[in-house]
């Protein structure tokens, strides 16, 4: 099958100066262009325990990662969910998660501060290959959010059902930091197959 693009323009080596935004580090493996960006395309996201956090933000996290990254990157993204362990998985517990995976997108996440109007959250985000357990790409964030965004009021409304409190407090400080520390993702290149199953997950 003919390799395309789909969605975004292939990403570059990534390099962000401090103190530019709320993503104040960046790492992507030198050999990305030959050992990943035409293979690991096929991801699950999960999301760590939060020291200070409520109990099931792991969850809220992972479901807001999983939608913005499908919609807005190039990756399938075929599971999400909670993960225990604070390490990196071995491959054998990768392949646990899925046979499929080519890869998962852990969130770790600690948050400073937090009051009735503002929460203030520290992120990493480390993207892990499924073969061998490799680091392929890593990004730290800081930033303090307003819980309330006007902006944002009817994706809070979308996941206040199944999270409560905790969508209030946390769905909109999440989706900025995620957006801005998922700009900084490398982008695979899909094939016409990809881009077909890519589509069906959106649907």
Same mark, same amino acid.
Request: aromatic share 6%; charged share 30%.
């Given at each position: ?5 789909? &969605? *975004?323009? /292939?990403?570059? @080596? ?13 790492? %992507?493996? +030198? ?74 997108? &852990? *969130?770790? /996440?600690?948050? @400073? ?13 480390? %993207?892990? +290959? ?74």
């Amino acid at each position: 099958m003919r390799a395309r693009s789909f &969605i *975004l323009p /292939a990403a570059a @080596l990534l390099a962000l100066a401090a103190g530019c935004g709320p993503v104040h580090s960046t790492y %992507l493996r +030198r050999d990305y262009d030959t050992k990943d960006r035409l293979t690991l395309k096929r991801i699950g996201v999960y999301a760590l325990p939060v020291e200070d956090g409520p109990h099931d933000l792991p969850e809220l996290m992972a479901a807001i990662a999983r939608k913005h990254i499908q919609q807005h990157t190039q990756y399938l993204v075929l599971k999400s969910g909670r993960l225990e362990a604070a390490g990196s998985p071995a491959p054998a517990e990768i392949q646990k998660l899925g046979s499929r995976l080519d890869g998962i997108l &852990i *969130l770790r /996440a600690r948050v @400073l501060a937090r009051d009735e109007e503002d929460v203030e959250i520290a992120l990493t985000a480390r %993207l892990v +290959r499924a073969r061998d357990g490799a680091l392929v790409w890593r990004a730290d964030a800081d930033d303090d959010y307003e819980s309330a965004d006007p902006d944002l009021s009817k994706l809070t409304s979308t996941y206040r059902g199944r999270y409560g409190d905790t969508a209030d407090a946390f769905v909109a400080p999440l989706f900025l930091l995620f957006r801005d520390t998922f700009e900084t993702l490398p982008s695979p290149t899909l094939d016409d197959e990809d881009v077909l199953e890519k589509i069906e997950l959106e649907g």
